[in-house]
Structure formats: C-alpha cells, structure tokens
Nanobody
Framework: QVQLVESGGGLVQAGGSLRLSCAAS????????MGWFRQAPGKEREFVGI????????YYADAVKGRFTISRDNAKNTVYLQMNSLKPEDTAVYYC?????????????????WGQGTQVTVSS
C-alpha cells in the first residue's frame, strides 16, 4: 500500500509561482508513473501531467504546457510540480497519484493510489 502526501499549496497572485511536493511511502516509488491532477469547484478532476518511472520524461496537458514542470527524486521518494506564470483558472485542489500501469497513464482511472490533495488559489 502506497501513501502519498502533498504539500506546498497556498494563495498566490496571478503570474506567481508555487512548488508542490508529494512524498510517497510504503511502496517502490521508482516503479510508479507519478501523475498530477487537479479539480476545480464544480468541475471534474483533470489531468495535469505525468513523469515516467525512469529517465524523467514528462507529458503535460495543453493547459499547463510551458508553465508547469514535473520532476521526481527517486532517492527521496518525492515528486514535484513546479508551477510558474499561474493564472486564476489554475485554482483547484491538486492531487498527486501513483500508477502501476505499463503505459503512460493520463486518466484518473489508471491510477492506483492518491494523495489527499492540496489547495492552490490564484488571485487576479
């Protein structure tokens, strides 16, 4: 069983930056694709990006491409989401998730473990 704990959320002005962290325990971290999702009030949870198990390759949703960067430190069992040039529409609860899928997973149903989420609020 894998436990995921996000941190780093908060309130930031438009154009600002935040870095979210997600610490994992209880599993073999390097064996999981790690994804970030977000859910705004009244909306469905949406894919933000993913980092591959090994090698550090990433893939992002169009809405965040060029502004957000995912990285991971397998020695620390931690994945990061660096968010720059934040916009009010980025306001959401952000979740990290771990997938045992053998292919790149972009749907929430493909993820096995989830964190509790951290709130990000971007003011205009």
């Amino acid at each position: 069983q894998v436990q995921l704990v996000e941190s780093g959320g908060g309130l930031v002005q438009a154009g600002g930056s935040l870095r979210l962290s997600c610490a994992a325990s209880g599993g073999t971290f390097s064996s999981y694709y790690m994804g970030w999702f977000r859910q705004a009030p009244g909306k469905e949870r949406e894919f933000v990006g993913i980092i591959y198990r090994i090698g550090g390759s990433t893939y992002y949703a169009d809405a965040v491409k060029g502004r957000f960067t995912i990285s991971r430190d397998n020695a620390k069992n931690t994945v990061y989401l660096q968010m720059n040039s934040l916009k009010p529409e980025d306001t959401a609860v952000y979740y990290c998730a771990a997938s045992t899928s053998i292919v790149v997973a972009t749907r929430s149903s493909e993820y096995n473990y989830w964190g509790q989420g951290t709130q990000v609020t971007v003011s205009s």
